[in-house]
């Protein structure tokens, strides 16, 4: 060890003991967490962590089009600053470089120092350095030479910014570094600029990309750089509900909110600005830039918009098949942005007043019965009953009389002025038959006959009374499969699946923050609910629901009973949801659900030939969403066996 490292691991003992330090207060305040939070010994020397490929593709996969939109800027970047000495990293969110450019005649020098593709520069693994500690602090920053933790890196300077997504959650993180640099850290000062303004154009791109469908608005409070180099960026839903923001639009949002919320996503623009999407199409460019301002409520401070109206949308775009608003409301309440449900309930919305049966097909707690009273709402039924009878709790003997009822005195023990029976009490409205997939063979010869007949016959009566009624059932079973297995009557099974309405997983839901948001609404009928942190959104968004909506209202009415009425905190949510379950407990309670869902999964795969980007494409959800899910449940393409 040089004397120069020796005197830099003395001084790192001596801050993190607490002794006072003239470093900047983010590099002294990094070194003592790499010491107390991530037990790192500073006398230890460490090599640089660079993933396999095959790890590496994982880490790129999931950030592909970002990558694909980032990439023209980084180029500019690094022609930019090559000539200095400089290299470029890109790195994802838990800091492996994802992607990377510089100088090939230094390749040895750069990967041994871990300036390379594939590089993990956590600061939990590599102490205090540009990336990690970016990461960590959601700050940019230089790590100059001895600034670094790891006494190896200290002839590095190293300077990074961070980059967000449209939601406001950390995305990547961009870094240049140099092997050798002047030794006084204001040298850094013009990368410092260079790397937050590429990590803003990069941030920018990828929102257009991302909220392409959207309309988009730029602002500035300069009326000259309104159109040209806007400060804020907004991304907003044709509801009028901000969907996306770049880093700064966050932050002028979130001053105006005091700074404790879950953020703007979902709000309306109108709860921030003195205009609404109404407004928008007076803000194109074609009006003159004074005519176009936006004022913040509160504040009345003035901003030049741009408005970027959503393209034509082609008549083929799944968005175009989404219902607009002749939908009924019970059907339009049922979900937010999702394009599978926008698609079940246009078709539910055609199945209303039909006479004929609907089959609900869905997980557990995906919400079968709160859709067969949705349709019901909707029809012109909805002024008589909705009866809802589970087919798998009627005891097998009192079957016939629970859903038919019986005349006075028909058998003994039968109460004296008989019973109406369940069909009959849903004359004129809704039987809603759960757990169809359930019920005993005899039962379901009755049903059908009552399907066929439109009538029923009590017991102890001879003649048959007529009904009316719209038969919904519902099953989390395969119905085919349990016709195959002799287990239900495949002339009922006919029956009742013409119509067929399959509700999606929650995890595959892409409106789940609308749905977190209606329930906690919900909840408090009559004062404000509580808002969610961004940790516990985060834990919400990152938990994969295998009770679906059902786990969901559990874990909203857990966070309401236990939540300050003001915020709710990750602490106020269920230990499932947080992970603060042991491994073996969380595998326990999932085991139910992913052996059908695995199964599906490599059903879906194989359909596609283990193609995810059309898995993805089908399902409508991102495809680092399908990889997350192939991992948890162990699942490995045949291509990567072996
Ligand atoms: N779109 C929705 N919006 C709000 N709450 C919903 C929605 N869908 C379902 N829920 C709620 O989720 C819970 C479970 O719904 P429901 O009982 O309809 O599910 P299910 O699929 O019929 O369940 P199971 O398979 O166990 O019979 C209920 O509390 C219901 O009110």
């Known amino acids: 060890m040089r004397a120069e490292q020796a005197a830099h691991i003395e001084e790192l003992c001596s801050v993190a003991a607490g002794k006072p330090t003239t470093r900047a207060p983010l590099i002294s305040a990094s070194w003592r967490r790499c010491v107390d939070r991530h037990k790192l010994d500073p006398e230890i020397l460490r090599s640089p962590h660079i993933l396999t490929s095959t790890r590496l593709r994982e880490h790129r996969d999931v950030m592909d089009a970002f990558l694909h939109t980032a990439r023209f800027g980084l180029e500019t970047l690094y022609r930019q600053v090559s ?22 005649a230094a390749t040895e020098d750069l990967r041994r120092t871990g300036l390379y593709l594939g590089a993990d520069w956590a600061e939990q693994q590599m102490g205090t350095c540009a990336v990690g500690t970016c990461i960590a602090t959601g700050e940019a920053l230089t790590v100059h030479r001895s600034d670094h933790f790891d006494a190896t890196h200290i002839p590095l300077t190293c300077t990074a910014a961070p980059v967000y997504d449209g939601t406001g959650r950390l995305a990547a993180v961009l870094d240049i570094s140099a092997l050798k640099s002047p030794s006084p850290k204001e040298s850094q000062h013009l990368a410092l600029q260079l790397v937050e303004s590429c990590a803003r154009k990069i941030e920018n791109a990828s929102l257009l990309n991302d909220f392409r469908h959207d309309w988009i608005i730029k602002l500035s409070s300069s009326q000259e750089f309104a159109d040209v180099d806007p400060d804020f960026l907004l991304a907003v839903d044709d509801g009028g509900r901000i969907a996306g923001f770049n880093r700064r639009a ?94 079940l309930a246009a078709r539910a919305a055609r199945l209303v007043d039909t006479q004929m049966s609907i089959l609900v097909q869905g997980e557990t707690g995906t919400g079968k019965e709160h859709l067969a009273k949705a ?103 395969d119905l085919a499969e349990q016709v195959r297995a002799g287990r239900f009557r495949d002339d009922l099974y006919y029956r009742l699946n013409g119509a067929v309405l399959r509700l999606p997983a929650l995890r595959r839901r892409a409106d789940l923050e609308w749905l977190i948001d209606r329930l906690l609404a919900a909840r408090c009928p009559d004062r404000k609910p509580p808002r969610l942190s961004s940790a516990a959104m985060q834990a919400l968004l ?58 599906e999964l490599v059903d879906a795969l194989r359909a596609h030939r283990w193609n995810v980007s059309a898995i993805a494409r089908e399902w409508q959800v991102d495809r680092s969403t399908v990889h997350r899910r192939m991992r948890r449940l162990g699942i490995v393409p045949p291509n990567r066996r072996g």
């Open 375 to 477: 349709i019901h709402a909707a029809s012109a039924r909805a002024s008589k009953a909705f009866v809802p009878v589970n087919c798998a709790a009627l005891p097998e003997t009192l079957i016939e009389s629970e859903l038919f009822g019986y005349e006075a005195g028909a058998f003994t023990g039968a109460a004296g002025r008989g019973k109406k029976g369940l069909v009959l009490e849903a004359d004129g409205g809704t039987l809603f038959l759960d757990e169809i997939g359930d019920m005993p063979l005899a039962a379901q010869t009755r049903l059908l006959r009552v399907l066929a007949e439109r009538e029923v016959t009590p017991v102890g009566r001879t003649r048959p009374v007529p009904v009316n009624i719209r038969v919904i059932a519902a099953t989390h079973r």
């Open 83 to 104: 000539g200095l000495g400089y290299v470029l990293l890109l790195t994802d969110s838990k800091g492996v470089t994802v992607d990377f450019i510089g100088d090939e």
């Open 542 to 599: 990152g938990h994969d629901w295998p009770g679906n909506i059902r786990e969901l209202v559990n874990a909203i009415d857990y966070a309401c009973a236990l939540s300050n009425g003001a915020t709710i905190t990750p602490s106020d949510l269920p230990d499932m949801i947080v992970g603060r379950l042991g491994a073996d407990d969380r595998r326990v309670a999932a085991s139910t659900a992913s052996g059908c869902e695995a199964e």
């Open 250 to 343: 966050g932050k002028l949002l979130e001053d105006r909110d005091g700074g404790e919320t879950r953020g703007p996503i979902g709000r309306k623009l109108d709860e921030y600005f003195d205009c609404g999407i109404d407004d928008l199409p007076s803000f194109i460019h074609s009006i003159p830039t004074y005519q176009r301002t936006a004022r913040l409520r509160g504040s009345g401070e003035m901003l030049f918009a741009q408005a970027l109206p959503p393209p034509a949308k082609p008549l083929s775009s799944p968005r175009m098949d989404m219902p607009r608003p002749p939908l009924p409301e019970p059907l339009r309440a049922l979900f937010g942005e999702d394009a599978a449900m926008a698609q």
